[in-house]
């Protein structure tokens, strides 16, 4: 039967988490918020409206998250063509294609910003499909966006494994009924990983590589 090993990209594959605490403080900081950066941490993995609401408050005014969506996105893009792959993470997915399993990116990312973090992994023959924010309603922590990429691989939840950085992906996959497994690369401590649903929690893309064999992805 066939295997789904499905990914989140930033801070999981590519190594994106504090440009993107770094560029949203900034956009806060434009609009006249001061919030501190390790909120910001807290915060990155959940979509560009649920990380501002997470970090703003419901009581908000909400027609300025356009703004403050878009001043991110452009503060960002200063940085879309360096981005850089965490150590072996196309490796691991050309290794996990090659061992038969379908490769799919579940990411917040979607256009550009998508187009960078998969030319970074450099790894697109090994990739079957990626669910982007354009293709779901609602981000992590729901598990919309792993469903689908389930549903692009055509496996059920049984026979797939999650793989991600973030407290949101761990509550995203424990949702959607598989397995999870976190790496510490993003900056978020393991305790708060496997609270959330990991089942195993590895340094990095080359850490779960080298130690593929004895994993959930075995």
């Given at each position: 039967?066939?295997r789904?090993?499905?990914?989140d990209?930033?801070?999981?594959l590519?190594?994106?988490?504090h440009?993107?605490?770094v560029t949203?403080?900034e956009a806060?900081?434009?609009?006249?918020?001061?919030v501190?950066?390790?909120?910001?941490h807290?915060a990155i993995?959940l979509?560009?409206t649920?990380l501002?609401?997470?970090?703003?408050?419901?009581d908000r005014d909400?027609?300025r998250?356009?703004?403050?969506?878009a001043a991110?996105?452009a503060l960002y893009?200063?940085?879309?063509?360096?981005?850089?792959a965490?150590?072996?993470a196309?490796?691991?997915?050309r290794?996990?294609?090659?061992?038969?399993w379908?490769v799919v990116?579940?990411t917040?990312a979607?256009?550009t910003?998508?187009?960078a973090?998969?030319?970074a992994?450099?790894?697109?023959?090994?990739i079957?499909?990626?669910?982007s924010?354009d293709?779901?309603e609602?981000?992590k922590?729901?598990?919309?966006?792993?469903e689908?990429a389930?549903?692009?691989?055509?496996?059920?939840?049984?026979?797939?494994v999650?793989?991600?950085?973030?407290v949101w992906d761990?509550?995203?996959?424990?949702r959607?009924?598989?397995?999870?497994v976190?790496?510490?690369?993003?900056g978020?401590?393991r305790?708060?990983?496997?609270?959330a649903?990991?089942?195993?929690?590895y340094d990095?893309p080359?850490h779960?590589?080298a130690?593929?064999?004895?994993s959930?992805?075995?």
């Amino acid at each position: 039967m066939e295997r789904a090993a499905v990914f989140d990209v930033d801070g999981t594959l590519v190594d994106t988490n504090h440009l993107h605490v770094v560029t949203w403080w900034e956009a806060f900081r434009q609009a006249g918020h001061r919030v501190p950066m390790h909120a910001l941490h807290r915060a990155i993995g959940l979509g560009s409206t649920d990380l501002i609401a997470h970090v703003l408050g419901e009581d908000r005014d909400e027609d300025r998250d356009a703004g403050l969506s878009a001043a991110h996105t452009a503060l960002y893009g200063q940085y879309v063509d360096r981005l850089p792959a965490l150590r072996d993470a196309g490796a691991l997915l050309r290794r996990l294609h090659g061992d038969g399993w379908k490769v799919v990116l579940a990411t917040s990312a979607s256009g550009t910003e998508l187009a960078a973090l998969r030319r970074a992994l450099d790894a697109d023959e090994a990739i079957t499909a990626t669910a982007s924010a354009d293709d779901v309603e609602e981000g992590k922590p729901a598990p919309e966006p792993v469903e689908h990429a389930l549903e692009l691989a055509g496996v059920p939840a049984e026979r797939a494994v999650f793989v991600g950085d973030t407290v949101w992906d761990m509550r995203a996959g424990r949702r959607a009924g598989v397995r999870c497994v976190g790496v510490l690369c993003g900056g978020i401590p393991r305790s708060d990983l496997e609270e959330a649903g990991a089942q195993a929690v590895y340094d990095g893309p080359a850490h779960l590589l080298a130690a593929l064999e004895d994993s959930p992805l075995a």
